[in-house]
């Protein structure tokens, strides 16, 4: 069974600092996504990962994928207080078509 | 672009009451997919269908029921609330590509308390 564990699971940060964001799993997966989750809002999809030593970045935010260790990162660059929010990984294997979650990591940036 | 829309948004039920949680989606997705989410556990899959006139479960599926009526529409029954089906539920849908799926859009979310 396929199981994703994300840590931390929750993250408090001072403004202008780096952080890491893990997401490892169970077995082999296909694809790694990352989404954003504001309190009370729906889930935004951030990055899509197809494959091993994938790396994307949007902004303070870059994500990268070894499909070998089976650990993505998400990994934020001198963060500011518009990033607080909840970030999950979720991962999907070929023929399965559906997506398992992660718990979550909960990030607080401070001013 | 509406993208997925879920209906209602805020439900509250007795225990022992029916609901059925509405979904649709206008990107011509081919997969649909009804998560909930509980503090501390993520995103948990009760049900998905990976395309018209297919459903499955996912990892937790008793207590519920789907029914994907089209491409565009996949609800989830409660037959017989329980206090543990309080929850926020999520729809998706994605598109597939071979043997993958794109990433999934999410509804807004139904908040659901079952009393």
């Known amino acids: 069974e396929l199981k994703v564990e994300q840590n931390p699971l929750f993250l408090s940060m001072q403004e202008g600092k780096n952080y890491t964001i893990y997401c490892n799993y169970s077995t082999t997966s296909d694809r790694l996504y990352w989404y954003r989750q504001d309190p009370g809002k729906s889930l935004e999809s951030l990055f899509v990962l197809l494959s091993n030593g994938a790396v994307k970045q949007e902004g303070r935010l870059m994500a990268s994928l070894d499909t070998k260790a089976r650990l993505s990162t998400l990994h934020i660059t001198a963060a500011v207080h518009d990033l607080s929010a909840t970030y999950f990984c979720a991962v999907h294997t070929s023929g399965t078509y559906k997506y398992i979650f992660g718990t979550g990591t909960r990030l607080k940036v401070l001013a | 672009n509406a993208g997925v829309t879920q209906t209602p948004k805020f439900q509250v039920l007795k225990t022992g009451q029916s609901m059925t949680l509405q979904c649709a989606q206008d990107?011509?997705?081919?997969?649909m997919y009804w998560y909930r989410q509980d503090p501390g556990m993520g995103l948990r899959l009760i049900y998905y269908?990976?395309?018209?006139?297919?459903?499955d479960k996912g990892e937790v599926p008793n207590g519920y029921n789907v029914s994907r009526l089209n491409k565009r529409e996949f609800s989830l029954r409660l037959e017989s609330a329980a206090p543990s089906q309080t929850s926020v539920y999520f729809c998706?849908?994605?598109?597939?590509?071979?043997?993958?799926?794109?990433?999934?859009?999410f509804g807004q979310g139904t908040r659901l308390t079952v009393v």
């Open positions: 998706a849908s994605s598109e597939r590509e071979g043997y993958l799926n794109t990433e999934a859009f």
């Open positions: 269908s990976a395309s018209e006139g297919t459903t």
């Open positions: 990107m011509n997705h081919n997969s």
